[in-house]
């Protein structure tokens, strides 16, 4: 079965410190992947996506993810941390790149809480 | 430039009841998406529409079905509610719907729909 697995529920970073947030899956083929954000009581935002060339993708926000296609991992990253990064964060993979027959599975995400 | 816009934000039904939920699209936006995300968890896919037709769906019963109307907006419809119905539902949209999820997307902030 097709899935992507974010192992941490909850991340504590202090504020300045590199973080990183876990995503890993399990899928066939050659997949699209995104990392959204999530406040409190709002929908979703885009932060990046990977689909094909530097294995280093920049996003929104100053984050950043690092593609390992042999660990199947697509693991967020941001050097500096902020108290406003604080949120929930999600992976989703999308198994059938530019397929109309292609479906998206997000992950069951991560919290992130970033402390003064 | 309004983005995702999705009506009721907040409603509360019985066992049993019909619920149709409203979403408009970014403007430049042609293809709709429904998500369903419960308490803790990531969103789970139910349907996307393109050029008025469904055009993906994932693991969701025929109760659940949908709309799509000339000016992209979308209805999602649930018949026959029960209490697992119980969630936020999320409405996406994004432009290209002909390669299906490559496109980032634009989330609205949901309606939260409790079942009593």
């Known amino acids: 079965a097709q899935s992507v697995a974010q192992p941490e529920d909850q991340v504590n970073v202090a504020e300045g410190n590199p973080l990183t947030v ?10 699209y992947l995104f990392w959204y954000v999530q406040y409190p009581n709002r929908g979703l935002q885009f932060l990046l996506k990977y689909i094909t060339g ?59 809480s970033i402390r003064p | 430039d309004a983005g995702v816009t999705q009506s009721p934000t907040h409603l509360i039904k019985t066992r049993g009841q019909q619920v149709t939920l409203r979403c408009s699209p970014k403007s430049g936006h042609d293809t709709v998406s429904w998500y369903q995300q419960a308490l803790g968890q990531g969103p789970q896919f139910i349907f996307q529409y393109y050029e008025e037709e ?15 109307f000339p000016n992209y907006s979308s209805e999602l419809n649930v018949n026959a509610l029960l209490l697992g119905d119980s969630a936020l539902y999320l409405c996406a949209s994004s432009f290209g719907g002909a390669g299906g999820f490559n496109q980032p997307q634009h989330f609205g902030d949901g309606t939260r729909l409790s079942i009593l």
């Open chain 2, 54 to 68: 469904e055009r993906q769906r994932g693991n969701f019963p025929d109760r659940f079905s949908g709309h799509q």
């Open chain 1, 54 to 112: 530097d294995n280093l993708v920049k996003g929104s926000y100053g984050f950043e993810a690092e593609f390992n296609k042999s660990q199947t991992s697509f693991h967020l990253k941001k050097p500096s941390a902020l108290v406003s990064d604080s949120a929930l964060y999600f992976c989703a993979v999308t198994p059938l790149r530019g397929s109309s027959a292609s479906k998206i599975i997000f992950g069951s995400g991560t919290r992130l």
């Open chain 1, 22 to 31: 876990k995503c890993t899956y399990s899928v066939s083929g050659n997949p």
